[in-house]
T-cell receptor
Framework: DTEVTQTPKHLVMGMTNKKSLKCEQH?????MYWYKQKAKKPPELMFV???????INESVPSRFSPECPNSSLLNLHLHALQPEDSALYLC?????????????FGPGTRLTVL | GEDVEQSLFLSVREGDSSVINCTYT??????LYWYKQEPGAGLQLLTY?????DMKQDQRLTVLLNKKDKHLSLRIADTQTGDSAIYFC???????????FGTGTRLTIIP
């Protein structure tokens, strides 16, 4: 099983709303990732959790707040977003072996900020 | 920063072979990957090759790596309509789990 699941599939929110994106994997992976992908562009890394600790934050604005409650779950809390934050948000996971890891991606959450 | 470049578009007749190319600038590679993304979907891992290999074949897919020229290619044999998608090459770096993606190639199949 190489499945990463993400909920919801679509999300529309206003600039004053608070919402959360969820990601789950049951492959025993110890590294999990959040990416942002704008149309016709490659994914851009936002955060990396390794063994449930935040290891990389790619200078993401504080209106995006990641959380890793346990090794299978990854959340992205959203607050006071801007319309330019509308994008496909992808979660990925990997075994946690560093540079030899292979990342497996979820189907993404399509976020629209009004 | 390091660049990973791909041509933006490729059109191929159904049944022909598709060859998608990728070039990179940093020679300190570890693994190099090919991902497929269909419209509105996430990234599907197709195949990968370790940087000490020259070639890897997996059913209809053949990956070639030319380390001297820093060139990676993906050949899809007997291209089908279901192969229509955007294909991203990506690589990791020694000591770093970050993936660097190419710009993506949109493959269109001509009936």
């Amino acid at each position: 099983d190489t499945e990463v699941t993400q909920t919801p599939k679509h999300l529309v929110m206003g600039m004053t709303n608070k919402k959360s994106l969820k990601c789950e994997q049951h492959m025993g992976h110890r590294a999990m990732y959040w990416y942002k992908q704008k149309a016709k562009k490659p994914p851009e890394l936002m955060f990396v959790y390794s063994y449930e600790k935040l290891s990389i934050n790619e200078s993401v604005p504080s209106r995006f707040s990641p959380e890793c409650p346990n090794s299978s779950l990854l959340n992205l809390h959203l607050h006071a977003l801007q319309p330019e934050d509308s994008a496909l948000y992808l979660c990925a996971s990997s075994p946690g072996q560093g540079a030899t890891d292979t990342q497996y991606f979820g189907p993404g959450t399509r976020l629209t900020v009004l | 920063g390091e660049d990973v470049e791909q041509s933006l578009f490729l059109s191929v007749r159904e049944g022909d072979s598709s060859v998608i190319n990728c070039t990179y600038t940093d020679s300190s590679s570890t693994y190099l990957y090919w991902y497929k993304q269909e419209p509105g979907a996430g990234l599907q891992l197709l195949t990968y090759i370790f940087s000490n290999m020259d070639m890897k074949q997996d059913q209809r897919l053949t990956v070639l790596l030319n380390k001297k020229d820093k060139h990676l290619s993906l050949r899809i044999a007997d291209t089908q309509t279901g192969d229509s998608a955007i294909y991203f090459c990506a690589r990791t770096h020694f000591g770093n789990e970050k993936l660097t993606f190419g710009t993506g190639t949109r493959l269109t199949i001509i009936p």
